[in-house]
């Protein structure tokens, strides 16, 4: 389509107008534009306009733009004689673009008075008003939602680690790939329901002999992640070895000793522990029962008991007071206690409900966090059955047979958790 815009031309001879110019090639057509005498250009009978470049087809419409927007001023134009320059006026022009990136473009129409020139570097504004279809506004609004929960969700997981970033001890750099290993390594750890292959011994009577062990492990003074080995290896061997019940608390003893050598700095001796026992064996039978246990476990006590991951979720928690410590620790004792609980969970498992049953009953808000979520990897409705178990197990502490527990955690070093009213949880 041609978008030429054309001005009538006066002849030079006569000055009459013969009509527009002859429809040749665009060249020829140029050739008549810019054939004028001494650089001369007459317009529907004006006086010539010196100009001092070629008239091309840009320029051509950049006269007749100029013309327009002025309304009868004079042209002024660079490169025309500004003294000479005259109103423009014609056809109804068309629309007129140029290619060159370095001119203005200039939109001419019939119907507007005022028209604004517009950089050829920007795009042109069509003046059809954009249609937004249901289905466009709706895949937005999606978008749009699902950017806010993740970008909510990023702050919501807190970076807790980052205060440990100059403590060697604590291993920022590799402590979530640690962790990974120990949830991947915590089934192999675990036992199944062995007291089926006990015919001498039930869960009561390992029930009373974690109990008593408590008390074994505050007259020593002996670090948690020792009571909870113990147990690990107590499980773990009588699992694999039948046992009768007078060798039980024998059992008991030698786990200790054993959890003491590799847990603790100072391991109390064997002797201390025979009389604990009130003589009731020997020190060459500890020793030889410790033999056989280590024999039996091939010697493997590198394993994640439920006090590894309390370390990392209470830390989760984000600044836990000891209150707050104090009472994970007791639901999550409570919960070893318990035999079917043991079976049934794993470590990380009863980690987790307590941390999240000592919040709901100490009312820390929001009782389950996207930081807890992340670093233990359970959602709250996981963990609501074993956390409904360790919260019975608080309401009821105080009134059974078996209360080292309940006894340890009244104490004031202990904050007296024990006491407080239990949890509530739907």
């Not at 001890?169 to 062995?194: I, N, T």
């Not at 010697?299 to 990392?312: H, S």
Request: with cysteine.
């Amino acid at each position: 389509m041609d978008t030429r815009a054309v001005a009538p031309l006066q002849p030079r001879g006569n000055g009459k107008v013969h009509g527009e110019a002859p429809r040749r090639n665009q060249r020829v057509a140029l050739e008549d534009r810019t054939n004028l005498g001494e650089g001369q250009v007459e317009i529907e009978g004006k006086p010539g306009v010196q100009v001092t470049r070629r008239i091309t087809r840009s320029f051509h419409a950049q006269l007749l733009a100029n013309a327009q927007k002025n309304n009868g001023n004079p042209v002024l134009v660079p490169g025309v004689d500004n003294k000479e320059a005259k109103n423009i006026s014609g056809a109804p022009a068309k629309k007129v673009t140029t290619n060159k990136t370095d001119e203005d473009v200039v939109v001419i129409s019939s119907g507007e008075e005022n028209e604004k020139p517009v950089n050829s570097g920007k795009p042109v504004q069509c003046s059809r008003k954009e249609v937004k279809t249901l289905t466009s506004i709706l895949t937005a609004r999606s978008k749009a939602m699902a950017g806010g929960d993740t970008n909510k969700q990023k702050e919501q997981i807190l970076d807790f680690d980052r205060a440990d970033v100059n403590d060697e001890l604590a291993v920022v750099e590799y402590v979530d790939e640690l962790y990974k290993f120990y949830k991947l390594e915590e089934d192999d750890c675990r036992v199944g329901d062995y007291l089926g292959t006990q015919p001498d011994i039930n869960s009561k009577m390992r029930s009373i002999l974690i109990d008593w062990l408590v008390d074994v492990h505050r007259k020593f003074e002996l670090m948690p992640e020792t009571f909870y080995l113990t147990v690990n290896i107590i499980d773990r061997f009588l699992s694999r070895k039948m046992v009768t019940r007078r060798e039980l608390q024998l059992v008991g003893i030698s786990s200790t000793v054993i959890a003491s050598k590799y847990e603790e700095v100072w391991a109390p001796e064997v002797n201390d522990f025979v009389c604990l026992s009130d003589y009731a064996y020997t020190g060459c039978q500890i020793r030889a029962m410790e033999k056989a246990i280590l024999q039996k476990l091939e010697w493997y006590l590198t394993v994640p008991t439920p006090y590894v991951f309390l370390a990392r979720y209470i830390k989760a928690s984000i600044s836990p007071d000891d209150e707050m410590k104090n009472m994970v620790f007791y639901l999550a004792e409570l919960g070893v206690l318990d035999y079917q609980i043991t079976i049934r969970h794993s470590p990380s498992m009863i980690a987790a409900a307590a941390v999240y049953a000592a919040r709901c009953t100490l009312n820390k808000m929001p009782f389950w966090t996207e930081t807890l979520k992340h670093h233990t990897g359970y959602c709250k409705e996981e963990l609501r059955e074993c956390a409904k178990v360790l919260v019975g197990f608080h309401s009821k502490a105080g009134e059974g047979d078996l209360k080292a527990i309940y006894r340890k955690y009244t104490k004031p070093e202990y904050g007296a958790v024990s006491r407080r009213t239990p949890a509530k949880i739907c």
